[in-house]
């Protein structure tokens, strides 16, 4: 079935350090969603992606959508505290379903 | 976006007991509702689909007969986990797409514990 895999799993960072977390799906997609989740909390929807080689920024956030419309990547500029969390990626299946990535769990330490 | 609320926010039961989760759209009428399991440290799991005034769609694993889903109302989806046992503990979360592209807009989720 269909697969969204996310590299890394963990990633430790120091503030003000970067940080990039990949998505890459076995089936190609019509968009990409991120959603984030802070420790103990639901997912919060963060943006969707639709075009083949898309980038769109919110703040300190840059997030692109592979020419292939398989792979995705989200990539935070000098990370501050607030950004701990687990940032999951997600595409719809063939039945339109989401299917979420794994998911990378982002610790920023100050 | 839309709205989400779910009730209980927590629960600890008994082995062979059953819980029922309730999951409400506060500003929008939602004729589809999703059911999700997350278990700690991994993703979210799709469990069902809940359709208003219809039969809720399993997935595939999922048992219907364990799960009991219904939506009876537009703002409202009820999840019955029937004779909880300790492999059932985890975090429940529901959602629904509200009139935006796509996006989901998640409850704040329900953590059972089964003891």
């Known amino acids: 079935g269909q697969q969204v895999m996310q590299i890394p799993q963990y990633q430790h960072v120091q503030e003000g350090e970067d940080f990039t977390t990949y998505c890459n799906s076995s089936t190609t997609l019509s968009n990409i969603q991120w959603y984030k989740q802070r420790p103990g909390g639901h997912p919060v929807f963060l943006i969707q992606l639709v075009k083949s080689g898309e980038v769109k920024k919110q703040k300190r956030l840059t997030f692109q959508f592979g020419e292939a419309k398989k792979n995705s990547s989200l990539h935070i500029t000098a990370t501050q505290t607030t950004d701990v969390g687990t940032y999951f990626c997600?595409?719809?299946?063939?039945?339109?379903?989401?299917?979420f990535g794994t998911g990378t769990r982002l610790q920023v330490f100050p | 976006g839309a709205v989400v609320s779910q009730h209980p926010s927590w629960v600890i039961c008994k082995s062979g007991t059953s819980v029922k989760i309730e999951c409400r759209s506060l500003?929008?009428?939602?004729?589809?509702m999703f059911w999700y399991r997350q278990f700690p440290k991994q993703s979210l799991m799709l469990m069902a689909t809940s359709n208003e005034g219809s039969k809720a769609t399993y997935e595939q694993g999922v048992e219907k007969d364990k799960f009991l889903i219904n939506h009876a109302s537009l703002t409202l989806s009820t999840l019955t986990v029937t004779s909880a046992h300790p492999e059932d503990s985890s975090f429940y979360i529901c959602s629904e797409t509200g009139l935006g592209n796509n996006e989901q807009f998640f409850g704040p989720g329900t953590r059972l514990t089964v003891l």
């Open positions: 997600a595409g719809p299946s063939h039945t339109d379903k989401l299917i």
């Open positions: 500003d929008f009428q939602a004729t589809t």
